[in-house]
């Protein structure tokens, strides 16, 4: 079965640097989530799309932002890198069934380091 | 405010032992989720369960089972006979019902490891 695509798998950036995270969807599913996981952490929420629509915003610093396409891939772009940022970054997928979110299907990450 | 408490950061048991890990939920919604995920050395997170608050009825899966009880707001993860390959860290995670965008939030996690 189709899983989350996350690319690249591993980032290597300097301080003040940008990047940018894409992600694809499992096909039909609606619904596109991005979380940051430091070191020892458990996954902390960023922002969430639903239908290409901005759905819900947690703890994104305003030098991140996100968009969802016509395709519905995603893609979390990063500028001014700090070295607080490295860490690994899930997008999920999900979809919606009678106005309830599903289970959300992680993708394998991207391991962003900033040096 | 939501929130998820996985009191047990890191447990040990030998092979073919039973465990469990537990999850406290704190939440203010009737209509909520709770989840279980693993997240093997890889780094993945591999989807384990989904439960509804209105479907208190355990589950066995294999040797997973998940007892859910709204009087404790508890919903905690057995496995049976443990084996190596599920050392692992395992996340309890919450989202909200009615009015959802289904973010999750997660437990601290639990460090489990399984010796030979």
């Known amino acids: 079965a189709a899983g989350v695509i996350q690319s690249p798998r591993h980032l290597i950036k300097e301080k003040r640097e940008t990047a940018t995270l894409k992600c694809y969807p499992i096909p039909r599913h609606d619904t596109v989530y991005w979380y940051q996981q430091g070191p020892g952490q458990d996954p902390q929420f960023l922002i969430s799309?639903?239908?290409?629509?901005?759905?819900d915003k947690g703890s994104i610093p305003d030098r991140f932002s996100a968009q969802q396409f016509s395709d519905y891939h995603s893609e979390l772009n990063m500028s001014s890198l700090e070295l607080g940022d490295s860490a690994l970054y899930f997008c999920a997928s999900s979809w919606r069934t009678s106005g309830a979110y599903n289970e959300q299907f992680f993708g394998p990450g991207t391991r962003l380091t900033v040096l | 405010a939501q929130k998820v408490t996985q009191a047990q950061t890191e447990i040990s048991v030998v092979e073919k032992e039973d465990v469990t890990l537990d999850c406290v939920y704190e939440?203010?919604?009737?209509?909520?989720?709770l989840f279980w995920y693993k997240q093997p050395p890889s780094g993945e997170l591999v989807f384990l369960i989904r439960r509804n608050s209105f479907d208190e009825q355990n589950e066995i899966s294999g040797r997973y089972s998940w007892n859910f009880q709204k009087s404790t707001s508890s919903f905690n993860f057995t496995i049976t006979a443990s084996q190596v390959v599920d050392s692992a860290v395992y996340f309890c995670a919450l989202s909200k019902g009615s009015s959802n965008t289904g973010k999750l939030i997660f437990g601290q996690g639990t460090t489990l490891q399984v010796k030979p």
């Open positions: 939440t203010r919604d009737t209509t909520y989720y």
């Open positions: 799309f639903y239908e290409k629509m901005q759905s």
